[in-house]
């Protein structure tokens, strides 16, 4: 029965899995993780709310482990000050421009720190007070580590996008 709970839930959480990794392997340790997990909680399920839900959580919770792990909440000093000039881009344009794949790759490429406070509000839906418990850190780190995610994205995709447009220009 756990070998079919795993094939059935696997792929899905490998994508979450993926969002809070830098690489493939990065990722398929912390599904692993997760999952070993899963099944020693099991028996504390309590049958309220989605069971795909409790699976994602403790998935997240891994990969917030993994963090902790590698990075020991060493935080990335940026220079934003490179990032300064950027205009707000349309979610919609960017999705239809550059494709989920891409995309996927630029958020794997952000600092383990911004990548986790990233992925944790937009996709998760936590607070900064939550995101900041969670991690053990401020909550103005958090709100601060968030912005600074967006802007290195920002840079990252207006980069693609100009990228993209030479390359049609001389194709």
């Known amino acids: ?31 692993q993780d997760g999952f070993v997990q899963v099944f020693k909680s099991l028996p504390s399920f309590k049958f309220a709310g989605s069971f795909e839900g409790w699976i994602r959580k403790i998935i997240v919770f891994s990969a917030i482990a993994n963090y902790r792990a590698k990075s020991k909440m060493q935080l990335v000093l940026n220079d934003v000050e490179n990032f300064s000039g950027i205009e707000e881009v349309d979610n919609e344009d960017v999705i239809s421009l550059l494709g989920k794949k891409e995309l996927l790759k630029m958020v794997q490429a952000l600092p383990p720190t911004y990548r986790m406070v990233f992925n944790l509000y937009v996709f ?23 912005h600074d995610s967006k802007i290195i994205l920002q840079k990252a995709v207006i980069n693609s996008m100009k990228i993209a447009k030479q390359n049609l220009s001389n194709g």
């Open 1 to 31: 029965s756990q070998s079919r709970l795993y094939e059935q839930f696997a792929p899905k959480m490998f994508g979450v899995c993926m969002r809070y990794s830098r690489s493939r392997e990065e990722a398929e340790d912390i599904l």
């Open 124 to 146: 998760e839906g936590l607070k900064h007070r939550e995101i900041a418990k969670a991690l053990g850190v401020s909550e103005g780190t958090s709100k601060s580590n968030f």
